[in-house]
């Protein structure tokens, strides 16, 4: 076994890492995860670490699950590859589609495989314009997504997300792509004076706007993530959502829930739709169909646009050579029966979720949490440098970097969004685990006060 150091000399000689200052990296050193078991990660230095992030929100049945080891072990020996392009179909990639059928909401009865979430909201935008085409409504083009919300690095999946820093690199976003602000309210809607459910309406209201600016007839569809997750855990006011429900159905506009973050149970529902409240059209899945075991992704396509693209569509011109992999399949179905078998989505919505949201909401009283919000398995606290005013901290500070500091040097994974501190653990963590996370993540905050102060 190498040594930490020599992992990380043949680390930054080689490996370019995603979303990463290649040269600071490699200057720095990357920490070198080497196993993990249940919620906790081991390094190459041998320390244990309890990984609130999922991985990246993925693990959900958590690390070293026996059942989707076989399958895959299984799957391998019996038929490791074969495509669905040539009229063909392998018995894991037939079954998936069918219990996806059964675990989402009714409207959706087919399923399109993709490699990746990024790859499934490129089909997304193949998808809808396709559809609209078929319909001989061919101008409307126009998707309308949001600030700060994320769907991915593809060309298309980083032209529907809003993240301007990845728009000013390499000429995005696409043509035909617009985005409205998100429905922040403790940055948007508190300054105001608005009540939670005020705003919600208010901000679902910047889509109607938008969709007039565009011209009704030019607008093919809506995307959002139900939470914005890689946004901070933005967890939008109830309001929000129905409200947006109704003004797409008021054009006509195909409604994209992008799940990937929310499916398989991380707000206490199978889906964030449920939990939010509205119904989709289109849904894009991926991290937790597999618990990250193995990478797949896909779209599950609504009777709306099923019925149109099956019907009167003919060939539609777009694939993966991953589309349904059998292996990835196989270990999906062996992941959503083990949610089911361990009712990990229950327990997520009666048990550990309620849990957590009582143990942020007692962090209220800590002198840098500003805000906090959870749903199901997924929170963010805020750090501010005034409660009492909401006043941010300067953000060269780079508050959020310097507890994320000390959560690593401490044992915890915890995501720093700005000042946001998000968290989306295993749903297979216990309560006992939830008071162990809570310790760390108390630690940490009262050693980043102390740096601030
Ligand atoms: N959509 C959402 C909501 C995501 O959070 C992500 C990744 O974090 C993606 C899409 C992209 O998925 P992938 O990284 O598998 O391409």
């Known amino acids: 076994m190498r040594t930490t150091a020599q992992w990380q000399a043949a680390d930054a000689s080689h490996f370019l890492h995603p979303f990463t200052d290649f040269g600071a990296l490699a200057r720095k050193g990357s920490r ?63 079954e998936l589609a069918e219990l996806l059928a059964e675990v989402t909401p009714p409207q959706f009865q087919h399923v399109f495989f993709a490699g990746s979430g990024s790859e499934g909201n490129d089909t997304i935008v193949r998808m809808v314009r396709r559809y609209w085409d078929i319909l001989g409504q061919p101008e409307r083009q126009v998707i309308i997504s949001r600030k700060n919300g994320y769907h991915g690095s593809t060309m298309a999946g980083a032209s529907l997300g809003g993240m301007s820093y990845m728009h000013a690199q390499g000429g995005l976003p696409i043509p035909n792509i617009t985005h409205i602000d998100q429905p922040y309210w403790y940055e948007n809607g508190r300054p105001q004076g608005l009540s939670r459910e005020d705003f919600g309406k208010v901000a679902a209201g910047w889509l109607e706007q938008k969709i007039l600016e565009v011209g009704p007839e030019k607008v093919a569809a809506f995307i959002g993530e139900p939470i914005q997750g890689a946004g901070g855990v933005i967890v939008p006011p109830e309001t929000y959502w ?21 499916g398989f149970g991380r707000t206490g529902n199978w889906w964030g739709c449920e939990t939010m409240g509205f119904r989709p059209d289109l849904m894009t899945f991926a991290k937790g169909v597999t618990s990250g075991y193995i990478p797949l992704g896909g779209v599950m396509v609504g009777d709306r646009v099923a019925k149109v693209l099956i019907e009167q569509g003919g060939d539609f011109n777009h694939g993966y050579t991953y589309s349904g992999h059998p292996v990835a399949c196989a270990v999906a179905l062996a992941n959503i029966k083990l949610i089911r078998e361990l009712k990990l989505v229950e327990q997520v919505r009666e048990n550990t979720g309620p849990y957590l949201a009582a143990q942020f909401k007692a962090l209220e009283d800590h ?62 963590i216990t309560r006992a685990q939830v008071d162990e996370m809570m310790a760390l993540i108390r630690r940490a905050l009262d050693l980043t006060l102390t740096d601030v102060r």
Not at 32 to 48: C, F, M, P, V, W
Not at 53 to 79: F, H, P
Not at 243 to 251: G, T, V
Request: proline residues 5%; negative net charge.
């Open 367 to 428: 002198p840098l949490v500003g805000e906090q919000q959870t749903k199901g398995l997924m929170g963010a606290l805020l750090l501010v440098k005034d409660k009492a005013q909401g006043t941010p901290f300067a953000s060269e500070l780079e508050v959020g970097m310097v507890c994320r500091g000390h959560c690593f040097g401490n044992g915890l994974i915890m995501r720093a969004v700005g000042d946001r501190m998000i968290i989306a653990p295993p749903l297979v």
């Open 242 to 262: 129905p409200e947006i429900q109704r003004i797409c159905d008021k054009y006509g506009i195909l409604l994209v829930s992008d799940e990937v973050i929310c």
């Open 32 to 94: 070198i995860i080497t196993k993990a078991e249940n919620i906790y990660l081991t390094d190459s230095e041998g320390q244990r670490i309890l990984d609130a992030m999922s991985g990246l929100w993925c693990v959900n049945v958590g690390y070293g699950q026996q059942a989707l080891i076989d399958a895959a072990t299984r799957q391998l020996k019996e038929l490791p590859f074969y495509n669905a392009f040539f009229q063909t179909a392998t018995p894991p990639a037939i």
